[in-house]
């Protein structure tokens, strides 16, 4: 019984490990974009972002992904995600990578700014273009600067993908609850515990890694 | 022909007129000292000169070709400004190194990305100015690891580095201990023999008349008083002048 609850535990694990995987890669990159439209100096944009970014802070993530996935099809009657496990897949991604974007575009945003304007001086009076002065001077200070608190968010998101199991996404939540059911245990849910936590240990780790490796220079 | 001349730059922030007309030329080989109180538009100038901001009016030629003319918008667009302002060299007061960069890569950072010449090239000319202003020994430290006083010296090189017509000092030492202005104004003086130009907004009364050829007194935005050395500092006409030069020559 043991060796079938760790089986399922494992697969539901992995899909876990998936969606945290996939809203890194998309809601880090875009992040960075709504970060530069929130700093725009054009200001409908600027407003719209900002306007964007409140109300996905100011709502639950879990509101957020109901809305996402039953929305087009109970509002537009067009269900853009399909009726299978592929579709709600993508949908609690959608969900996910908006969300992180949003707060990751906020901690951005303040790191980028907290770099003092010598540094763009120094980069424009020896000629830099401002896209070499952001990629080759001030990125990895931001960087070093945002270390911390990314690792915050980060660590968050792996406990939010168990979100995933409200419509229906195989993760280890939904793993681990399905033998209630099935054979009247309680232990595997209470057992799914030992993952995030072992997770968040190798990630705690690796931040500390990486700022100690960023520690070679001060600002 | 002056390498530069600089006529009528106006600059104002908000209602407060910073700028109210700065006149004057530079022959090639000069040492310019710009001398005066805090606000009285010394550090503005030489950022309008750096295109670090933009005057509202006049304009500045170097070796005959006009470089920025607030009337004519074509001196101003991203692309020519990044062109016409490599005439200058800035050194700031706070230093501002690259820190993630050590000595060596921050000299050699912007010449790559200019394409000055091949990688070895650009390598052994950052060796050589490293050599120049004495820190051969820290070629790989990075900038944390240095005292104010080397950290300037290495934005020395690193502005000397890109070949500027003229190098410009915006109060080279202010924020250096006492002890340790004085390695900083040792490399500024031996770029004299190099036949440098320079601009150096300076507190240094006592550099400012042993270096310069040319002294700048500024007050409230206008050009007080200037001269040489010897005339300005030796026989102020103007009675601004002489009460800044007994105010900072006070000894305490």
Same mark, same amino acid.
């Given at each position: 019984?043991?060796?079938?609850?760790?089986?399922?535990?494992?697969?539901?694990?992995?899909?876990?490990?998936?969606?945290?995987?996939?809203?890194?890669?998309?809601?880090?990159?875009?992040?960075?974009?709504?970060?530069?439209?929130?700093?725009?100096?054009?200001?409908?944009?600027?407003?719209?972002?900002?306007?964007?970014?409140?109300?996905?802070?100011?709502?639950?993530?879990?509101?957020?992904?109901?809305?996402?996935?039953?929305?087009?099809?109970?509002?537009?009657?067009?269900?853009?995600?399909?009726?299978?496990?592929?579709?709600?897949?993508?949908?609690?991604?959608?969900?996910?990578?908006?969300?992180?974007?949003?707060?990751?575009?906020?901690?951005?945003?303040?790191?980028?700014?907290?770099?003092?304007?010598?540094?763009?001086?120094?980069?424009?009076?020896?000629?830099?273009?401002?896209?070499?002065? #952001?990629?080759?001077?001030?990125?990895?200070?931001?960087?070093?600067?945002?270390?911390?608190?990314?690792?915050?968010?980060?660590?968050?998101?792996?406990?939010?993908?168990?979100?995933?199991?409200?419509?229906?996404?195989?993760?280890?939540?939904?793993?681990?609850?399905?033998?209630?059911?099935?054979?009247?245990?309680?232990?595997?849910? #209470?057992?799914?515990?030992?993952?995030?936590?072992?997770?968040?240990?190798?990630?705690?780790?690796?931040?500390?890694?990486?700022?100690?490796?960023?520690?070679?220079?001060?600002? | 022909?002056?390498?530069?001349?600089?006529?009528?730059?106006?600059?104002?922030?908000?209602?407060?007129?910073?700028?109210?007309?700065?006149?004057?030329?530079?022959?090639?080989?000069?040492?310019?000292?710009?001398?005066?109180?805090?606000?009285?538009?010394?550090?503005?100038?030489?950022?309008?000169?750096?295109?670090?901001?933009?005057?509202?009016?006049?304009?500045?030629?170097?070796?005959?070709?006009?470089?920025?003319?607030?009337?004519?918008?074509?001196?101003?667009?991203?692309?020519?400004?990044?062109?016409?302002?490599?005439?200058?060299?800035?050194?700031?007061?706070?230093?501002?190194?690259?820190?993630?960069?050590?000595?060596?890569?921050?000299?050699?950072?912007?010449?790559?990305?200019?394409?000055?010449?091949?990688?070895?090239?650009?390598?052994?000319?950052?060796?050589?100015?490293?050599?120049?202003?004495?820190?051969?020994?820290?070629?790989?430290?990075?900038?944390?690891?240095?005292?104010?006083?080397?950290?300037?010296?290495?934005?020395?090189?690193?502005?000397?580095?890109?070949?500027?017509?003229?190098?410009?000092?915006?109060?080279?030492?202010?924020?250096?201990?006492?002890?340790?202005?004085?390695?900083?104004?040792?490399?500024?003086?031996?770029?004299?023999?190099?036949?440098?130009?320079?601009?150096?907004?300076?507190?240094?009364?006592?550099?400012?008349?042993?270096?310069?050829?040319?002294?700048?007194?500024?007050?409230?935005?206008?050009?007080?008083?200037?001269?040489?050395?010897?005339?300005?500092?030796?026989?102020?006409?103007?009675?601004?002048?002489?009460?800044?030069?007994?105010?900072?020559?006070?000894?305490?």
């Amino acid at each position: 019984m043991i060796q079938e609850v760790l089986i399922s535990l494992n697969n539901g694990f992995l899909k876990t490990l998936q969606l945290f995987a996939c809203t890194l890669l998309g809601a880090i990159p875009l992040g960075l974009l709504i970060a530069f439209g929130s700093m725009s100096k054009f200001l409908p944009l600027k407003g719209l972002i900002k306007t964007f970014v409140w109300i996905i802070r100011g709502t639950p993530l879990m509101l957020q992904l109901l809305i996402i996935y039953y929305g087009p099809g109970l509002l537009l009657h067009n269900n853009i995600w399909g009726g299978g496990s592929e579709g709600r897949l993508i949908a609690v991604l959608a969900a996910f990578i908006l969300n992180y974007a949003c707060y990751f575009s906020e901690i951005y945003r303040g790191g980028i700014e907290s770099i003092a304007k010598g540094q763009y001086e120094a980069g424009q009076v020896l000629g830099m273009t401002k896209t070499q002065i #952001f990629f080759r001077i001030v990125l990895l200070q931001v960087i070093k600067r945002i270390v911390p608190p990314m690792s915050n968010e980060i660590i968050t998101l792996v406990k939010d993908t168990s979100l995933a199991r409200i419509i229906a996404v195989y993760e280890i939540i939904w793993a681990g609850q399905a033998f209630i059911k099935s054979a009247g245990l309680i232990w595997p849910l #209470f057992f799914t515990g030992l993952y995030y936590l072992l997770f968040c240990g190798i990630l705690t780790l690796l931040f500390g890694y990486i700022e100690k490796k960023l520690n070679y220079f001060h600002q | 022909m002056p390498i530069l001349e600089v006529n009528n730059i106006k600059k104002h922030f908000g209602k407060t007129e910073v700028l109210k007309g700065i006149t004057f030329s530079l022959e090639k080989g000069e040492v310019l000292s710009i001398i005066g109180s805090s606000g009285s538009g010394k550090t503005t100038l030489l950022r309008c000169l750096n295109f670090l901001e933009t005057a509202d009016e006049g304009s500045f030629s170097v070796a005959g070709k006009t470089v920025f003319n607030a009337a004519d918008t074509s001196t101003l667009s991203e692309a020519e400004i990044r062109r016409n302002r490599l005439h200058f060299g800035l050194v700031f007061q706070s230093f501002n190194l690259f820190p993630q960069y050590n000595i060596l890569k921050n000299i050699t950072l912007a010449p790559t990305l200019a394409k000055c010449g091949t990688p070895e090239e650009i390598d052994q000319k950052a060796r050589a100015l490293i050599e120049r202003v004495g820190l051969t020994d820290k070629i790989r430290n990075y900038p944390c690891e240095l005292s104010g006083g080397q950290q300037q010296r290495v934005a020395i090189a690193r502005a000397l580095a890109m070949e500027p017509d003229i190098l410009c000092f915006d109060e080279p030492t202010s924020a250096l201990d006492p002890a340790l202005t004085g390695e900083v104004l040792r490399v500024i003086k031996d770029l004299k023999s190099g036949d440098s130009t320079m601009i150096v907004v300076t507190h240094e009364m006592e550099f400012a008349r042993g270096v310069s050829d040319k002294v700048i007194f500024m007050a409230d935005g206008v050009i007080e008083e200037s001269g040489t050395p010897e005339e300005v500092f030796g026989h102020p006409k103007s009675e601004k002048t002489r009460a800044f030069l007994s105010t900072s020559l006070e000894k305490i």
